[in-house]
């Protein structure tokens, strides 16, 4: 225990403890070096940073402090995964999601099809698999986590967290550095009865794309395309920006995967002298890491990771104590973090978030958030070059440091262009897109009868004039503002009667606002129909029948074409009011297809996975009192 303890420690332990906290220092200036807040100071931090860190590193070599460093790593390192790991089994289905971004043929596989000269490879087949991917990964952090901390098979464990944080730190620079407006070559093959063979074949005779290949069966062509770029890594889910306000940028997302590689390098590099943890050395490893976790809880509002992370790592202490020949070993205490992390995202998947961060949460007061957006500040400035030595000048063109420079005046300036300089960038409203809408043309009499689309449609009605056509015996509508005898002369028209009809420039019915206003409205929605299961169709059609008799509009929101409603309300003979929106929001709104929300003045006071809608009695007797 003492040479264990002396290990740590090295020649001396206060010395690596300055040199462990030099090296942190070190990174941390060069960290903010990297970002656009401290470019004026990015030379000094850079050069400062640099120099701290061979310092340290050199101190520690010296000292044989590389143990005590790693063990620092393996706190923050160990920290990090298990909150990382537990936000995103705590949002599977949302983490798949980014991840078919990222699986979509111009986004990540764009940058391979560059890199190695393979226009054919495709990333798309992954996309059946997303969520199960998801699960994985999710698990698997915070499984390397655990490990990571008590000192658990560190040899298998390094070799596992390198591989893990070399891709995802390839993973964010690719985002960090992708730009839109690139090219890439793309080879796609289209059967031969697909129309879109048919497009392509047109387009290779305006060299549009270039045919690699053609058969009777398939057609194969090449063709520039730009890439999809993901702008959110989705780091920490919906976390940061429900608790914060904000994601990680892409920059920002690629120097923390830095960061993190950095320290894994610490403990890849001391693997073979990592032992399993003394009890001494498990209360400060896992008491280090509570902190830390702690401290993440606060900053994302959710305190659940600490008790997780109590469980975890203590459960997995005592399991390989009590775990006998069988479980009494590390791949025992792995095998009950698997259960334990596979709870949560089971639990999550069968029903919502355990921790909702999205803005419609119960809470949410849905017109702040659709108002919460802070518009960018742009700054106009013309760019000058010297023509002869080719350096470059920006001024604002009403600036008195450009009216002083008479820049325009010198011969050996030419201006170049104006360009728009982003002082502060726009920030989206947390809700940009709910806005349910109905074609005026698919209303039905579900629609038409609730009170604020009467409402809307009285207020839409314009005076028209029917006319009969005294040439052809044909009748006629023109509005009433727009009629006039120059145009339609009493000796060719006859004027019939005027009637009010809704505006034919009306051509959707959106009613975002209306739900807002309402004083009590429930909401069901779907994303999508075939996905979706209808099990408790039986509630769901009590629930509206209770709405019904109390007055209280119910309506739904689903993504799906007008035939699938119609086919909807048939099979399950269910006429409700049904307006459509873009299958992304829904998607935000709820991960349950179907979910049903129940707002007040605009304010979600409860949401309901499709496992936990309660009968119509219960509903009545929970929101309809």
Known sequence: MKQRIATYSGRSKVFNIVFVVVNLLGLALLVLANHEKFVDVALLFNLLGIGLLLVSIAGMVLFKGRLMMSGVSRVLVGGLFIVSGLVKA???????????EYF??????????????????????????????????????????????????????????????????????????????????????????????????????????????????????????????????????DALKGSVGRSLTPHESMWKDLILLYFVVWIFLAKRRIYPNSVQENLIFSGSSLILISFFSWVFGWYFPIVFALFAIFGSLWIRRVGGKLLGNYLGSALLVILLSALVAGFSLRYDPIKDYRPYHVGSHLKWKMTDGIP?????????????TGNKRSFESSSDAYAKSKIWEDEDWIFVKMVDREIRATIRPSIADFSPFVAVSDLTDAERNLPFVKSMLANAKVKQIR??????????????????????????????????????????????????????????????????DWSSMPRIK?????CAQKKVPFVMIANGTREQIK???????????????????????????????????????????????????????????
């Open 567 to 625: 086919a909807f309300r048939k099979t399950n003979s269910f006429k409700c009011a049904i307006f459509s929106m873009d299958e992304i929001e829904l998607k935000i709104m709820s991960r349950s297809n179907p979910a049903l929300l129940v707002l007040e003045n605009g304010v979600v006071v409860e949401k309901y996975s499709r496992r936990t809608i309660p009968t119509g009695k219960k509903f009545k007797e929970y929101h309809l009192k």
């Open 542 to 546: 009590a629930i509206a029948q209770s």
């Open 90 to 100: 705590n949002d599977p289905l949302g983490f798949s999601y980014k991840l078919e």
């Open 376 to 388: 960018g500040v742009y700054r106009s400035e013309l760019l000058y070059k010297n023509k002869k």
């Open 104 to 237: 979509e043929d111009g986004a990540l596989a764009y940058r391979i099809k560059e890199l190695f000269g393979a226009p054919e490879f495709s990333l798309e087949f992954l996309m059946s698999s997303a969520l199960a991917l998801s699960v994985i990964i999710s698990i698997a952090e915070i499984v390397l986590g655990v490990m990571t901390i008590v000192g658990g098979k560190i040899k298998l464990v390094a070799y596992a967290l390198l591989g893990m944080m070399l891709f995802f730190t390839f993973l964010t620079w690719h985002t960090a550095n992708c730009d839109p407006h690139s090219k890439f070559l793309d080879r796609d093959t289209y059967a031969m009865s697909d129309p879109v063979a048919q497009e392509k074949l047109e387009e290779a005779k305006s060299k549009k794309v270039k045919i690699f290949s053609q058969t009777d069966e398939e057609l194969v062509v090449d063709e520039m395309k730009s890439p999809q770029c993901v702008t959110d890594c989705g780091c920490f889910g």
């Open 467 to 532: 006319l009969l056509s005294l040439l052809n015996k044909t009748t006629e509508e023109v509005l009433l503002s727009e009629f006039n005898r120059t145009a339609y002369p009493a000796d060719e028209y006859q004027i019939l009667d005027t009637i009010e009809v809704i505006n034919p420039e009306l051509s959707d019915i959106v009613i975002t606002d209306a739900l807002l206003r309402e004083k009590r409205v429930v909401i069901l929605i779907s994303r999508n129909f075939n996905e979706a």
